[in-house]
């Protein structure tokens, strides 16, 4: 029953921002982590930027120093700042958390997924 829903993706030209934001609902015990991948055209998905229940945080070598990760723990979100955005950034942004569950007296922790948000950058 947890639903991860993005929001925040568009086109944007280069040199742009955009932030997007990810909330997670449901029936949640706790989030151990909150990360966002992106996946181009012709390409395999590719972690982007993620963000542990500690706030420690770790980027792609090709998004550091233009993105930022960060979450608002009593909202159950998680948001990307992206900034000097360029046209290889084009891609479907996904958002996962890794969430537990509790059901029954067990605990479970799975890897959830977002939808995606389309966000291109061109001029």
């Known amino acids: 029953q947890v639903q991860l829903v993005e929001s925040g993706g568009g086109l944007v030209q280069p040199g742009g921002s955009l932030r997007l934001s990810c909330a997670a609902s449901?029936?949640?015990?706790?989030?151990?982590?909150m990360l966002w991948y992106r996946q181009a055209p012709g390409k395999e998905r590719a972690l982007v930027a993620g963000?542990?229940?500690?706030?420690?945080?770790n980027y792609a070598d090709s998004v550091k120093g233009r993105f930022t990760i960060s979450r608002d723990s009593a909202k159950n979100t998680v948001y990307l700042q992206m900034n000097s955005l360029k046209p290889e950034d084009t891609a479907i942004y996904y958002c996962?958390?890794?969430?537990?569950?509790?059901?029954?007296?067990?605990?479970?922790?799975?890897?959830?997924w977002g939808q995606g948000t389309q966000v291109t950058v061109s001029s």
């Open positions: 996962s958390a890794i969430i537990t569950t509790r059901k029954i007296g067990a605990y479970v922790r799975n890897h959830y």
């Open positions: 449901g029936s949640i015990f706790s989030i151990n982590g």
């Open positions: 963000i542990t229940s500690d706030d420690s945080t």
